[in-house]
């Protein structure tokens, strides 16, 4: 099945609420969601946080599901997603823990 990580809206006006979920590709709009893996409050205060479980971010971007660019955003700045630079093309990214871009927490964690 081909999957994507996208955000789904919840909140009122003014105040979005997202959560990020994991959906078949082939009914994003309102398809139905098969897995929650995490919460993005842009609006949040005093700034916007994202809570996001970590494990199954990385079983899901391992079993081929493609992220949206805002996504992909998020994770990144979490540290699940590494930019890689060596050997890629532009807008390519590798999950932490693989090679050649991993997190620097990682990277200390198994030394």
Do not use: F, Q
Not at 8 to 35: L, T
Not at 55 to 82: C, M, Q, Y
Not at 92 to 104: F, L, N
């Amino acid at each position: 099945m081909a999957t994507v990580i996208r955000l789904k809206r919840g909140g009122r006006k003014g105040a979005p609420y997202y959560r990020m979920v994991v959906v078949d590709s082939r009914n994003r709009a309102r398809g139905r969601e098969v897995d929650l893996i995490g919460y993005y409050h842009p609006c949040g205060r005093p700034e916007p946080t994202a809570e996001v479980n970590r494990e199954k971010a990385l079983e899901w971007l391992s079993r081929g599901a493609r992220p949206s660019n805002t996504v992909r955003d998020v994770l990144s700045r979490k540290g699940i997603i590494v930019e890689a630079s060596a050997g890629k093309a532009k807008g390519a990214s590798v999950a932490a823990g693989d090679e050649p871009g991993i997190a620097a927490s990682e990277s200390a964690a198994t030394e």
